[in-house]
């Protein structure tokens, strides 16, 4: 057998040998080709090692060496993950990598995970399984969330090599040094989340057309289901001059919409204590950050990704309905319309402030929109309950709702409660809240039928088509143009369309 093997080697040597002598460029062709194979086939790079081309073999392998090596993500979860997953692709390309598409084949991939979807263990195999899919020998790292919350059992998934927790992400081209695939189980470097107290700014850069800007990063409350301040740490924030610098630079980009995002946003500078009394003002807060924001030059929309109602103050609701460039569209978590529930969940408020705060934002600004999330089936919540927050939802004027069914999350008070809601009936109750979403937002939609609004065109994924948003959220569909991407342009409202979206009766001005 070794003789067959030799004689095989042999051979192709001496067809190698011929080759560089009759068509050297040939011949470097293949040999380079070859040697991209042998990295991957053991038998190949058996005869590589073989070859007894010293001088040609240590050329071509600096040749090959200084080729840039690729780098392809992917991300899971929220507008934060993509900003952070943003700013580490521009470290791996400030350090010489060349960013590529997933599905190209790259020589790393990085997955950015996130605990609060359902599943995230199957997700993350997936995407493990679909990456090496592509590029069998590529080196994985996971990081994010789920791997700060699991990282020995995200070790174990097969191809995975690095396990990076929530301190360590930024610091990810100190962990990757020789790309050799883990031979056993990946390597974790994640520390106690405890110790996570240093804040990271990051933004997304992907069509020109919105960039999400972290602005905060991790939570000091403690939401009774809630994992995240497990996953991200304390409350922590980034300065306003650097906020203000890093919107600078977005607009020099050519980005004309930035959403401001965090993981509590409204707590920037920590101003939960401020808002509920208990300090006194050192610092600036999330008011103070808008203020400086609304004066940057070149960004013609700033968005607020959500923002927890105790923190959504009058001078925050008064400020954006004053403002030019903060646009009427507030997100504020619900959870539950049903006060002994909010109890339970360790929310801070009562319903009624909900309620006062989007009473507040309608005497203001009578066109904004208001996005709500609710979780349905929380441990304890009769059918009495959920009776009591469908028609508190029901009465209030909002625009559409994100509806999540609780699950239970590991290390949670929640977890631990008794009376829990049969899966079959979370689903039933997320279901008909889904069903009052539609009705709420075709009710908002009709309530601009005939008008004129400001559109931020944008390419859709059906080629022939382009949509975009006004400032009030609402979702526009017309034919492809391509003068009008990464433009604003006044429009007429005509209809709403079978997929719930407007169709524009005509372009008023750009
Ligand atoms: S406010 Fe509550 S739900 Fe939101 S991140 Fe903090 S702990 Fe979680």
Not at 75 to 88: H, P, Q, V, Y
Not at 400 to 411: A, C, I
Request: hydrophobic letters at 40%; aromatic letters at 10%.
């Amino acid at each position: 057998m070794e003789k067959i093997g030799t004689n095989i080697f042999g051979l192709m040597r001496r067809i190698l040998i011929w080759t560089s002598s009759k068509f050297p460029l040939l011949y470097i062709s293949v040999y380079s080709n070859l040697f991209c194979v042998a990295k991957n086939e053991p038998w190949l790079s058996t005869f590589y090692r073989h070859s007894q081309f010293p001088i040609l073999h240590s050329e071509l392998s600096l040749l090959i060496m200084s080729t840039p090596k690729t780098v392809a993500f992917h991300t899971l979860g929220c507008k934060l993950n993509f900003s952070e997953t943003s700013a580490i692709a521009r470290q791996f390309e400030g350090a010489g990598y060349g960013a590529i598409k997933f599905q190209e084949g790259a020589d790393i991939y990085v997955i950015n995970t996130c605990s609060v979807t359902d599943f995230a263990d199957r997700k993350c195999r997936k995407v493990v399984r679909q990456a090496l899919r592509h590029s069998p020998n590529a080196f994985v790292v996971v990081t994010g969330c789920y791997a700060q919350l699991k990282p020995e059992e995200i070790s174990e998934i097969p191809g995975v090599d690095l396990v990076l927790g929530a301190a360590e992400k930024f610091r990810i081209l100190d962990y990757i040094d020789d790309l050799s695939k883990a031979p056993d189980k990946g390597m974790v470097q994640a520390g106690d989340i405890k110790e996570a107290n240093s804040f990271t700014n990051a933004f997304s850069f992907g069509d020109r057309t919105r960039s999400f800007l972290k602005v905060q990063d991790g939570c000091d409350y403690k939401c009774s289901f809630c994992t995240i301040p497990l996953a991200r740490g304390k409350s922590r924030s980034d300065t306003v001059e650097q906020v203000v610098e890093n919107a600078k630079k977005i607009a020099e980009m050519g980005v004309r919409e930035i959403v401001l995002t965090g993981v509590n946003l409204g707590d920037f500078g920590n101003g939960t204590a401020v808002i509920e009394g208990v300090k006194p003002k050192k610092e600036a807060m999330f008011i103070d950050l808008i203020k400086e924001l609304d004066q940057v030059e070149g960004i013609d929309r700033f968005r607020i990704s959500s923002i927890e109602p105790n923190l959504c103050t009058d001078e925050v609701i008064e400020f954006v309905a004053e403002s030019n460039r903060f646009v009427p569209h507030f997100h504020i978590p619900l959870q539950s319309g049903n006060n002994k529930q909010l109890k339970a969940m360790r929310r801070r408020y009562k319903r009624e402030l909900y309620a006062d705060r989007v009473a507040k934002i309608k005497t203001l600004m009578p066109h904004c929109c208001i996005g709500v999330d609710v979780i349905v089936g929380f441990p304890g919540e009769t059918d009495e309950d959920f009776k009591e927050t469908y028609q508190f939802l029901n009465d209030l004027d909002i625009s559409y709702l994100h509806v999540f069914t609780y699950s239970e999350r590991p290390n949670t008070l929640a977890a631990e409660m008794e009376e829990v809601v049969p899966v079959h009936i979370r689903r039933e109750r997320n279901e008909m809240l889904r069903i009052l979403s539609e009705k709420k937002k075709r009710f908002f939609y009709e309530q601009f039928i005939g008008q004129e609004r400001t559109v931020l065109f944008e390419k859709h994924k059906d080629k022939n088509l382009m949509s975009g948003f006004t400032d009030n959220y609402l979702k526009i569909e017309l034919p492809y143009n391509p003068e009008l991407i990464n433009e604003l342009g006044k429009v007429e409202l005509a209809a709403i369309n079978e997929g719930g979206n407007f169709e524009i009766g005509s372009l008023v001005g750009v």
